[in-house]
């Protein structure tokens, strides 16, 4: 009974960690910006250093680098997917503040809930509607943070992309029959793939920006093993100990932490409309997990 309890609460710690840490993005990204290197640049350094430090746990652990041919169009696709859900989150960080961005990209669940209901058939029940509904009033009220407008929903569109390509990354991964690969495998493929993505189109469209700084080498760094190899790795070992149930509620920290970030450190406003349609979007979510 003991040792049960201890799993349940390193369980527990390990989803507040994995989705903490997730929210912590703006905190290492957004300086980097305000210096000055491009969302595109910024991407290219986190996926890189996410990739080199997942092989080097797998190195440690003597997990197989082996991947079997008919594995890689499913890589590529998942790598494009969760390539361009962060892109558009970075992107959406030049349109508003950083905490609202992450409680609209939050609304992968919602958006998941909606695309297996509407397409893939899943069952329909009035709380999992109800919280759709409330989900769309919550990004409603965000879209009045400043005063609405055209920029204001410019910068929605695009979190929102991010979110429904996280949600599609999501679905496509529930969605794979008779392929096992081991989590940190896969995820280690997507940051490589995802790197090669970055590089070529780079190239074609513009060029690598250096990094200028210790202080910039730092953020990017942290970036990369914080919000995206520690969050990755915690989220795989939550799942194991509490359930995808447990550690999706859970997940709710990450735009409460990224709302905290936002305002203790780069002085973000947060009106009552910003609370109410983070409050809508975070019950949505936890209604959605809950009934499921």
Avoid at 101 to 121: D, E, N
Avoid at 138 to 147: E, I, N, P, Q
């Amino acid at each position: 009974m003991i040792i049960y309890n201890m799993n349940k609460i390193n369980g527990f710690l390990y989803g507040l960690t994995s989705s903490a840490s997730f929210g912590l993005i703006p905190l290492f990204a957004i300086p980097v910006m305000q210096q000055g290197m491009e969302f595109n640049s910024i991407l290219l350094y986190r996926f890189i250093f996410a990739a080199i430090a997942l092989a080097s746990i797998m190195l440690l652990r003597k997990e197989s680098f082996k991947l079997r041919l008919k594995e890689l169009p499913l890589l590529l696709l998942l790598s494009f997917m969760y390539l361009m859900s962060a892109l558009f989150l970075f992107w959406g960080y030049k349109y508003m503040a950083s905490g609202i961005a992450t409680t609209l990209h939050f609304m992968y669940p919602v958006m998941t809930t909606f695309i297996m209901m509407f397409f893939f058939g899943e069952k329909k029940s009035f709380w999992r509607l109800f919280a759709i509904l409330l989900a769309v009033i919550g990004v409603f009220l965000l879209s009045y943070v400043k005063g609405g407008g055209q920029a204001g929903w410019i910068g929605i569109s695009i979190v929102l992309l991010s979110a429904l390509a996280y949600a599609l990354y999501l679905i496509t991964i529930g969605q794979i029959k008779g392929v096992q690969i081991k989590g940190i495998v896969l995820t280690f493929y997507v940051f490589l793939f995802g790197s090669i993505f970055l590089l070529a189109g780079t190239f074609v469209f513009d060029t690598i920006q250096p990094i200028t700084n210790w202080n910039t080498a730092g953020n990017l760094i942290m970036l990369a093993i914080i919000p995206t190899v520690i969050s990755n790795l915690a989220l795989v070992q939550a799942v194991k100990s509490i359930g995808s149930t447990l550690t999706s509620v859970l997940g709710a920290m990450e735009p409460v932490t990224a709302v905290c970030v936002g305002i203790t450190i780069f002085h973000e406003a947060f009106t009552a409309n910003i609370g109410m349609g983070i409050a809508l979007i975070i019950a949505a979510v936890i209604i959605i997990i809950l009934k499921k």
